[in-house]
């Protein structure tokens, strides 16, 4: 369509000219003396129009001419960024395909060419984030070759051209030089380094996921359990792992939390520090409750600590049920009514649960209920699959016929307690 206008127009603007000059009956006279020269109008118009194209046809070759050692300079400039650019993007091939030296190699190239540039006065596009890029592909690759002198020369070189006031971009830039230098003292196993390093990032950054996996990494190798626990709750919230992975993690990290209390005071801050959530967990719970017990604490404290698992203890797996049954057992007393209820209860729900019916017989002798004791234990030692709580159940057997004078009973009741 656009074509046919045109075409259009051409004929308009034929059609024009021919009507003018072929009724243009105007002449135009030049007198130079002794001689009188006359033109047509038509002539006239023509050798005006070719005049001035060819005026303008010379002073556009000149100025092209005039152009050429310009151009012949920015075409150099044009092939030294180019292989700039091109040295770089090798540099980052080299390294992601694992040929550290070449790849360090080219990095310093790179930097060679644009040190080159930079006496030229030429303006470059992104010259800082390059240099900078290039000094840390060298870094890295030093760091891949245990060349820790290079490393650090890089690093600070790295951080020195992104300045102190960088820019938005050059602010993300300076963010991920400091991340990938944390990791690189984490590989080394300097904790205290690479914390140091993440503690220098400012707070948004240093909440990005990376950076978190990092610190958590850090912090359990520091031994800083409680900061671990804090960074592994923030990962969890960021999704960074799988709810399974996530609820795994800080289960171990809560124990691991645990494990550090030296005394009952300290165990009951380290309890405090938990999230609720985190003490509903079974095996954390459990693992209070009985560490609590082993360092002389009240009873009554470990099974409140336990009531919450207990509460749940039809959605427990064997080993968690086990645990618990083996909590219970060290901290119920001679007046613990209300458990040998709970339990009841639980009985009653579970008839057929013979790890119940070993705690109904511990909380009976406990009472001094020795008949309802004897019962309970006889029923859990014919249906316990654990050999562990077989053996403690035959064992109170025999405490119990040592106790009404049945020697024999004792003698079998040990015996079977010995072959589980």
């Not at 459990?286 to 919450?308: D, E, F, K, M, V």
């Not at 060290?330 to 458990?339: I, V």
Request: aromatic content about 6%; some cysteine.
């Amino acid at each position: 369509m656009r074509a046919a206008l045109w075409f259009l127009a051409l004929f308009g603007m034929a059609v024009a000219v021919a009507l003018f000059a072929g009724n243009n009956q105007g002449t135009v006279t030049v007198f130079w003396p002794p001689w009188r020269i006359d033109l047509s109008l038509n002539m006239v118009l023509m050798l005006l129009f070719v005049g001035i194209t060819l005026l303008y046809a010379a002073l556009h070759g000149l100025s092209t001419l005039r152009e050429l050692p310009r151009q012949a300079r920015r075409w150099r400039l044009q092939q030294k960024e180019r292989a700039m650019h091109g040295a770089m993007l090798d540099a980052v091939a080299q390294l992601l395909a694992g040929r550290f030296v070449r790849a360090r190699k080219s990095a310093r190239t790179a930097l060679t060419q644009e040190e080159a540039l930079a006496h030229t006065d030429a303006a470059i596009a992104h010259r800082q984030r390059l240099r900078t890029l290039a000094h840390v592909v060298a870094a890295e690759s030093s760091h891949a070759l245990q060349d820790r002198s290079s490393r650090s020369e890089h690093l600070a070189l790295a951080l020195e051209s992104v300045g102190e006031r960088p820019d938005s971009s050059g602010q993300e830039l300076r963010e991920g030089v400091q991340l990938r230098s944390a990791r690189w003292l984490l590989d080394e196993r300097d904790a205290e380094g690479a914390l140091e390093r993440l503690a220098a990032l400012p707070q948004g950054a240093a909440r990005r996921t990376l950076a978190l996996r990092t610190r958590l990494k850090a912090a359990r190798l520091a031994g800083r359990t409680r900061d671990a626990l804090e960074t592994a709750r923030l990962l969890a919230k960021h999704r960074a792992f799988t709810p399974d992975v996530a609820a795994t993690l800080v289960r171990t990290l809560a124990i691991a939390l645990l494990d550090e209390a030296r005394d009952e005071t300290q165990l009951s801050t380290a309890w405090q520090a938990l999230e609720p959530a985190e003490r509903r967990m079974p095996d954390v719970a459990i693992h209070a409750a009985t560490q609590h017990t082993a360092l002389g604490g009240a009873s009554s404290q470990a099974r409140l600590w336990l009531q919450p698992v207990w509460e749940q203890y039809a959605e427990l797996q064997s080993h968690q049920a086990r645990k618990l049954i083996l909590a219970l057992e060290a901290t119920l007393g001679e007046q613990d009514s209300h458990w040998l209820g709970l339990i009841e209860a639980q009985q009653r729900v579970h008839p057929r649960d013979a790890c119940l019916h070993y705690l109904a017989g511990v909380a009976c002798l406990r009472m001094a209920l020795w008949g309802k004791a004897e019962q309970s234990f006889n029923e859990a030692s014919q249906n316990l699959s654990d050999p562990a709580l077989c053996a403690r159940a035959w064992a109170h057997l025999a405490e119990l016929a040592e106790r009404r004078g049945d020697g024999q009973a004792a003698s079998a009741a040990w015996k079977r307690a010995a072959q589980a």
